[in-house]
Antibody, heavy 120, light 110 residues
Framework: EVLLVQSGGEVKKPGESLKISCKGSGYTFSGYWVAWVRQVPGKGLESLGIIYPGDSDTRYSPSFRGQVTISVDKSTNTAYLQWTKLKASDTAIYYC?????????????WGQGTQVTVSS | QSALTQPRSASGSLGQSVTISCTGTDDDIGGYDYVSWYQQYPGKAPQLIIYDINKRPSGVPARFSGSKSGTTASLTVSGLQADDEAAYFCSSYAGSQIERFGGGTKLTVL
């Protein structure tokens, strides 16, 4: 069974750093792009960026370039999303999702989501 | 880049059909035949229900169908059932391996 399991919820203060994770199993992790998607409660979905574990090719949505860093550890089948200085506006649920094999804009498996709360 | 535009809400009676629109630009929907739709229940992760404009993943009922004309994509849910009540999000490829999402439509089954 294909699974993406994300790390638990986090409560942080503005200015702090954070790294959340997404561990894939049940498929060849290195062969599928992994996307990160943000959802502010009651709002739509936003694509932060995407990484190809096979060669660490990483692309960012223009709105999030420089705001977050996406990385991967192939040895543990884990993708990461990190911030160096959190802001209150980063409060949201963050999902990782697998892109369908050789597909574009098709996220066929999703993690359970990680709630990130940034508050002083 | 702006999000794709969806109506905030839609509704239909049990057994009827409802269509949800998703409007973009030539840089996304109008430029590529890669439109997907996702269903999301409260407190749950989104789930893929339509990809490549009108294809259904295994297990998704044929009551869900998609189409595209110009810069607007549409999702039609036929034979509405109670458990179709959920939020629906569209997405389109927007180049450079990035997808763009819509703001979501809350579907109410009357």
């Amino acid at each position: 069974e294909v699974l993406l399991v994300q790390s638990g919820g986090e409560v942080k203060k503005p200015g702090e750093s954070l790294k959340i994770s997404c561990k894939g199993s049940g498929y060849t992790f290195s062969g599928y792009w992994v996307a990160w998607v943000r959802q502010v409660p009651g709002k739509g979905l936003e694509s932060l960026g995407i990484i190809y574990p096979g060669d660490s090719d990483t692309r960012y949505s223009p709105s999030f370039r420089g705001q977050v860093t996406i990385s991967v550890d192939k040895s543990t089948n884990t993708a990461y999303l990190q911030w160096t200085k959190l802001k209150a506006s980063d409060t949201a649920i963050y999902y990782c999702a697998r892109r369908g094999y050789e597909k574009l804009a098709v996220l066929d498996r999703w993690g359970q989501g990680t709630q990130v709360t940034v508050s002083s | 880049q702006s999000a794709l535009t969806q109506p905030r809400s839609a509704s239909g009676s049990l057994g009827q059909s409802v269509t949800i629109s998703c409007t973009g630009t030539d840089d996304d929907i109008g430029g590529y035949d890669y439109v997907s739709w996702y269903q999301q229940y409260p407190g749950k992760a989104p789930q893929l229900i339509i990809y490549d404009i009108n294809k259904r993943p295994s297990g998704v009922p044929a009551r869900f169908s998609g189409s595209k004309s110009g810069t607007t994509a549409s999702l039609t849910v036929s034979g509405l059932q109670a458990d179709d009540e959920a939020a629906y999000f569209c997405s389109s490829y927007a180049g450079s391996q990035i997808e763009r999402f819509g703001g979501g439509t809350k579907l109410t089954v009357l």
